[in-house]
């Protein structure tokens, strides 16, 4: 998870995703069948632009880039718009990520009070992770505190950050990655910076 910058919310989500919010929830009240959906207010095509921009064309969880293009480019509610709880959440600014296909389908509706977003006040990733440059795995840095440790896990667990292709797909880009062009290919030009900054 490599750290990000969340903008001010857009004025007119400002001026509306609490309504939208408590629309969506008396509407599951009334039809627990109820299907989401992206009302026009939200302005959903300009909304998912904006959340893509922030981590500049990334996921946000396991950073895989040129999102639109590898993956679609989807909108993440970190918080699950399915439970009841988060209802009201579901339009909110806050609770809004861009995401590849395959985090969003890992994760699906889980959620847990210990899971990391990488725009969380502070968040330093080798104060949670450490990365296996032979194995191309992530792991909780054993450093970290025993809750920095369990968040790591958790957060790894829920998005699947580790399996099937993912570590030797990190591997096959940080050797794309040293085979560069450093005088016109940056960082964020390549997927998985967390795992590229340190190489």
Known sequence: MYPFLRPECPD???????????????????????????????????TRKKLTAMTKG???????GHLGVMSRETVEHFRPKSRKEFHRVAYQWENLYPCCDRCQSEKGEQYEDALLIADEEGYVFNDYFMVDYVTGELSPNPLASAANQYRAE???????????????????ELKRYLQR??????????SYRYFLMDS
């Open 181 to 190: 062009d450093k005088d016109k290919d940056v960082l964020d030009d390549f």
């Open 12 to 46: 007119y989500l400002k001026n509306c995703w609490e309504i939208l919010g408590l629309r969506y929830e008396q509407a599951k009240q009334q039809n627990p069948k109820y299907n989401f959906t992206w009302y026009a207010d939200f302005r959903y095509d300009e």
């Open 58 to 64: 990334h996921c946000a969880f396991c950073d895989g």
């Open 154 to 172: 958790r957060t790894i667990k829920l998005y699947g950050l580790n399996i099937d292709q993912q570590p030797a797909v990190r591997k096959q």
